[in-house]
């Protein structure tokens, strides 16, 4: 889909994002909220063995998942307030990397991605430019940037760290890291390079996961160190397709590990350990299950695309596994689109 296309479409978010999926990081734990009632029935006995034993200690995480939930209702209106507070007053200390240029790419990532958009391009020619880690779990990796863009890039992200801008995190796992769309480089750099150079890629190598039919995408940059997160939990993504790309910095550790699909039994999973390169790049399906194990020294930025094809999310989300049921949202939402005659556009609602 043209740019100018996807930037005169409406992107939703589905309304279990205030009720499912919260994070509890204190018990390294997920949990669906929707009351007091609920919360002990479902998660009394797990909380406890993870050490939520007291009466204190349960209304502590009541607290917590009601501020979380408040936080995501408010989510819309702070960061469009955000958003415009760095539009207006930050200064960029690296100009350069807010546009792509294909002197930025690594040449092989390029000649992948032309390779891609030729009449006869397959599977197995693709290959020919890419690492396979894993063709049961169809994880790949390639270098995506240059050392150079990788080093500006990371001075720009530090030098935004650094000033006193408002700051949205990414997640609830990630509290160190900067949302690109807040920061003005979501448009010129991630767009342009999910369109113009990973959606010819993707194409082959994820045509049942919506691979070719890519129309909107989250990125954020997350920041491990030994004085902030250190890991990451396991989990799947709100995503079709994630890419993973290693920024740099001298770290020791940290290793990404990948299970299954989401849908396998854990009991069944075969597990793989993958270290983090920096300038490259680890392609896989969103549902795949992974994690980062904790750093054992320095510091590791990594920034992450979740990809989105509102051709697969429209018909069940992948958060909640169930039809969406749309809410307001600005920019790209979380990927969900709203056809015209579509029967969802009964009972839409809004985040307030």
């Not at 018990?27 to 797990?46: K, M, N, S, W």
């Not at 209106?77 to 760095?86: C, D, G, S, T």
């Not at 150079?148 to 995190?169: A, I, N, T």
């Not at 989401?262 to 790049?281: A, F, H, I, Q, R």
Request: charged share 25%; glycine share 6%; hydrophobic share 35%.
């Amino acid at each position: 889909m043209a740019a100018s296309e996807a930037a005169g479409r409406r992107f939703f978010r589905c309304a279990c994002y205030c009720t499912e999926n919260l994070f509890l990081s204190r018990y390294r734990l997920h949990v669906r909220f929707v009351g007091e009632q609920q919360l002990r029935q479902d998660y009394a006995q797990i909380l406890e063995s993870r050490g939520c034993v007291t009466p204190e200690d349960f209304k502590e995480v009541l607290s917590e998942l009601e501020l979380e939930v408040q936080r995501r209702k408010q989510m819309i209106q702070k960061a469009e307030e955000r958003k415009a507070i760095i539009a207006q007053l930050y200064k960029p200390v690296q100009p350069r990397v807010y546009t792509l240029r294909e002197p930025f790419l690594a040449p092989e990532f390029v000649a992948a991605a032309k390779y891609s958009l030729t009449p006869n391009a397959n599977l197995s020619g693709l290959l020919r430019y890419i690492e396979v880690i894993s063709d049961e779990k169809k994880i790949y990796r390639l270098q995506i940037f240059t050392k150079d863009y990788c080093r500006m890039l990371l001075q720009e992200l530090e030098h935004f760290e650094q000033s006193d801008m408002p700051k949205g995190r990414p997640n609830t796992m990630n509290n160190h890291g900067v949302l690109l769309h807040e920061l003005g480089l979501d448009e010129p750099l991630v767009t342009p390079l999910r369109e113009q150079y990973l959606q010819p890629l993707t194409a082959l190598l994820y045509p049942d996961y919506g691979g070719g039919r890519l129309d909107s995408h989250r990125a954020f940059v997350v920041k491990y160190s030994l004085d902030g997160d250190v890991d990451l939990s396991y989990h799947y993504d709100n995503a079709e397709i994630t890419l993973n790309i290693s920024l740099g910095r001298q770290f020791a550790e940290g290793n990404l590990v990948f299970g299954d699909y989401y849908e396998v039994p854990k009991d069944e999973m075969s597990y793989l350990e993958l270290p983090n390169l920096p300038t490259y790049g680890v392609l896989h399906r969103g549902g795949q299950l992974h994690g980062a194990l904790p750093l054992e020294s320095g510091e590791r930025w990594n920034l992450i695309i979740w990809m989105r094809a509102s051709v697969i999310r429209n018909l069940m989300c992948p958060m909640c596994k169930k039809p969406p049921q749309l809410v307001e949202d600005e920019g790209y939402g979380d990927g969900f689109t709203l056809e015209e005659g579509d029967p969802q556009t009964v009972g839409l609602c809004t985040l307030t």
